[in-house]
């Protein structure tokens, strides 16, 4: 007896010494990755305009070259059918690169800026430098736009990058991981896999940028983290996106074009239509319409829909099916855990619900009855600001009302998520829903640093600002008055 618990005690200990090792090892190769890109910035080997332009191209021809396997990958991690992928993953990316290069030499050149007179004949501008390295952490939603759009930006800007997909969507981070290690050399661009440990000793490094897509929780950890060396951050976090309806309406368009948001990627989005509040005399024409879409748009049984996706893992069936277990449901509600399937569901919710306290992401719509629409301003304003807003209305002075009032990440009226299609506006939150804001040429400046120069003349020396300064104050004051 004896004997076999000596013999048990060691075999557990050289499992436990190999995986210690096996560890060390896995962190080894991330610190190696961190060192070679490290080495390349401080060399001063610059990402110059031709090079930029080629690992652009290298990550639109890998798109294009592993299209099928990532369509394969989204399809088990969120059961996304392929139209969503195509136009909310692939042809996102493709078209947010073909922008950028458009636009990229133009961006690059230095930006010339007034000079006060004062200072004549000098000159000043302003030129866009990258950071140098930047981390990015891709959340599992949108598992492949949501990772290859900032580094897209970050590569326009000239910085070397490492990315960190998200390790729940486990299919899509493998083709991403395959993807970066085949196009790109490891001093440009880095790919990590992993999970909390791996993300943790990430964090832990030191990089000049941190971008990072996922809740406020982890936020936090990440602004925390990056504050030891001062790194600058964007977060893009999320948020209750409230929905208006009030005053003159089409209530069938309303109805098609909320539903049409809402249950894309299964709800899974974080400008998605979180809850809607309308006036109570709308409330039972709308509701009727947005169940007649659900049936129109996903048939009698969404679950036998090739155009509904699928909850990402169990853990946050179970946490999605808490939200309605005491709600008033006025549509769906079906699950079914082994397909990860929760039915496109409406609730009639109150501001008291449990369904309103928590981000929801998922295919849940709580709707709320106001009274008026200062009560339904006050409601959203009393709480954290949304990282996105949507109001439906034809009347200008209840839109204008509510931009007046509510402050939110981004704005689309009488649509849902149009606002993150335009690669000219600039997409980010506010508050607890994250800061900073990218895409096109946004992107290129979010990842550049705004580098100011002076450029003064050695062929005039005015004496106005070398000693004795007696007398020279009142011209001072007359010069910046009328030629400041």
């Known amino acids: 007896m004896a004997l ?15 995986l210690f090792k096996l560890e060390v090892r896995m962190f080894d190769s991330i610190e190696a990755l961190i060192k070679t890109q490290r080495e390349h910035i401080l060399s001063g080997l610059h990402i110059d305009y ?55 030499k133009k961006w690059m050149k230095k930006e010339k800026v007034k000079t006060p007179l004062l200072h004549f004949p000098a000159k000043s501008y302003i030129q866009s430098e990258a950071y140098g390295s930047v981390l990015i952490i891709a959340p599992w939603n949108y598992p492949f736009q949501l990772l290859f759009s900032p580094l897209v930006g970050a590569i326009a800007a000239g910085n070397r990058v490492i990315a960190k997909p998200s390790e729940i969507s486990s299919h899509t981070s493998e083709i991403i991981a395959k993807i970066i ?50 790194t600058p951050v964007t977060l893009e976090l999320g948020g209750k996106s409230p929905t208006f309806v009030f005053g003159d309406n089409d209530l069938d368009l309303v109805a098609k074009r909320i539903i049409s948001g809402k249950f894309f990627n299964a709800g899974q989005t974080c400008i998605a239509p979180d809850y809607i509040l309308v006036q109570e005399d709308k409330y039972e024409s709308l509701v009727d319409n947005l169940r007649k879409y659900i049936l129109k748009f996903y048939g009698k049984d969404p679950k036998k829909s090739k155009d509904y996706g699928r909850v990402i893992n169990s853990r946050h069936l179970e946490r999605l099916k808490s939200y309605i277990e005491s709600e008033d449901i006025l549509c769906g509600g079906e699950v079914d855990e082994q ?23 998922g295919p849940i719509l709580p709707i709320v009855k106001m009274t008026n629409l200062k009560s339904a301003i006050d409601f959203v304003i009393e709480r954290d600001k949304p990282l996105a807003m949507y109001i439906f209305s034809r009347d200008e002075k ?87």
């Open 4 to 18: 076999y618990s000596i013999r048990t005690f060691l075999f557990i200990s050289a499992i436990i010494s190999y």
């Open 50 to 104: 031709k090079k930029r332009i080629e690992l652009l191209d290298k990550t639109s021809e890998a798109i294009s070259k592993y299209e099928k396997d990532i369509l394969d990958a989204l399809s088990k991690d969120l059961g996304k059918p392929s139209y969503e992928s195509q136009i909310s993953e692939i042809l996102f990316v493709q078209n947010e690169i073909r922008h950028i290069k458009k636009g990229l």
């Open 181 to 230: 290690s085949e196009s790109f050399e490891s001093e440009y661009i880095g790919c990590v896999t992993g999970g909390v440990e791996e993300t943790t000793y990430l964090l832990d490094q030191k990089f000049d940028y941190i971008f990072y897509t996922g809740n406020g929780v982890v936020g936090r950890i990440v602004m925390e983290k990056a504050s030891k060396n001062l």
């Open 339 to 361: 397909e990860r399937y929760l039915a496109p569901t409406l609730v009639g919710a109150s501001g008291s619900s449990s369904v309103m306290r928590e981000e929801i992401f």
């Open 398 to 484: 209840i839109v204008n009302s509510i931009l007046k009032r509510v402050s939110a990440g981004g704005v689309t009226i009488n649509d849902t998520l149009m606002h993150i299609t335009n690669d000219k506006l600039p997409f980010g939150g506010v508050g607890e829903s994250g800061m900073g804001g990218y895409h096109g040429k946004s992107s290129f400046d979010l990842f550049s640093h705004k580098k100011s120069i002076f450029r003064a003349s050695t062929r005039i020396d005015p004496p106005l600002k070398y000693p004795p300064y007696f007398g020279k104050l009142k011209i001072v004051r007359w010069l910046l008055r009328f030629f400041g």
